[in-house]
């Protein structure tokens, strides 16, 4: 468990599908919410209980609820598919409110995610992606930083409309300087 001034990251348990749940329902498509095909899914509550109960599968230990200093989960994080010998990662943020991407609760699961990637695991780029209408995470990436480098044109179909993809990348020597 990590405890900042304005949240407490610790690793996500099985009680906390419920809320995981929320975003897979929000109005607002996020990138955190498509699978490995840049899909939407539907997804239950007991579906996700199911993946956060598992002991072994390729999440666990490494998927995180981000909680305010009361204990409400207020969002959930991870980086996925981080390795030294791929030497990056993508960021995976989803927030329950558009409000927190730019309230210090953001800044401090953003600097919990950079320490991870670039002093625990060593990797030497992380990177983000945003749907078009992500635009609170994409300021939030700005302001961590992030540098755009490009979009994908309709490329996810969600909720009657085609969203483009934006890539998101921060390089190690820039967060870093000198390594």
Not at 33 to 55: A, F, I
Not at 129 to 150: I, Y
Request: charged share 25%.
């Amino acid at each position: 468990m990590i405890t900042g001034t304005y949240s407490v990251i610790r690793t996500a348990e099985v009680d906390d599908a419920a809320v995981l749940a929320r975003l897979y329902s929000s109005e607002c498509p996020r990138t955190f919410m498509l699978d490995s095909r840049r899909e939407h899914q539907l997804v239950t509550v007991n579906d996700l209980q199911e993946v956060l109960g598992r002991k072994d599968g390729p999440m666990a230990g490494r998927f995180y609820a981000i909680e305010d200093p009361e204990g409400a989960v207020r969002g959930f994080c991870a980086l996925k598919g981080s390795s030294q010998e791929v030497g990056y990662s993508e960021i995976m943020l989803g927030l329950l409110e558009s409000a927190d991407y730019q309230a210090p609760l953001a800044t401090e699961t953003m600097a919990f995610l950079k320490r991870m990637a670039f002093f625990e695991k060593r990797l030497d780029k992380i990177l983000a992606q945003t749907l078009s209408a992500e635009r609170d995470f994409k300021d939030l990436l700005a302001h961590e930083g992030f540098v755009h480098n490009g979009s994908q044109r309709e490329v996810v179909f969600t909720q009657g409309q085609y969203f483009d993809i934006d890539t998101f990348t921060l390089v190690r020597s820039e967060f870093i300087p000198g390594a």
